[in-house]
Nanobody, 121 residues
Framework: QVQLVESGGGLVQAGDSLRLSCAVS????????IGWFRQAPGKERECVAE????????YADSMKARSTSFRDNTKNTVHRQMNTLKPADAGIYYYC??????????????WGQGTQVTVAS
């Protein structure tokens, strides 16, 4: 069973930076794409970033110029840093893992527990 344990988050000031990390277990980590979703109050969960099995990254337009991501396949971890945070970045951030199709992993999406990010203006 794939498990994702998230860390980071909390209350920050507008303009600050924040790193959110995720430790993944119960799978061959390098066979998975790792996504990152945000759910703002009253809104649906939306994908804001992804780092694929190959370490290729992609970002939502709102994050593109302000985020970096990297994965460490030796430690089964993913780290994402957001810079110049805005109140609009607030919400619950979730990591997820999807079998990439590269390798033997199969099955559906697994989610982390989520972590709250609050940005004070």
């Amino acid at each position: 069973q794939v498990q994702l344990v998230e860390s980071g988050g909390g209350l920050v000031q507008a303009g600050d930076s924040l790193r959110l990390s995720c430790a993944v277990s119960g799978c061959t980590f390098s066979d998975y794409d790792i996504g990152w979703f945000r759910q703002a109050p009253g809104k649906e969960r939306e994908c804001v970033a992804e780092v694929r099995w190959s370490s290729t990254t992609s970002y939502a337009d709102s994050m593109k110029a302000r985020s970096t991501s990297f994965r460490d396949n030796t430690k089964n971890t993913v780290h994402r840093q957001m810079n110049t945070l805005k109140p609009a970045d607030a919400g619950i951030y979730y990591y997820c893992a999807d079998p990439s199709g590269h390798g033997s992993a199969v099955g559906g999406r697994s989610w982390g527990q989520g972590t709250q990010v609050t940005v004070a203006s």
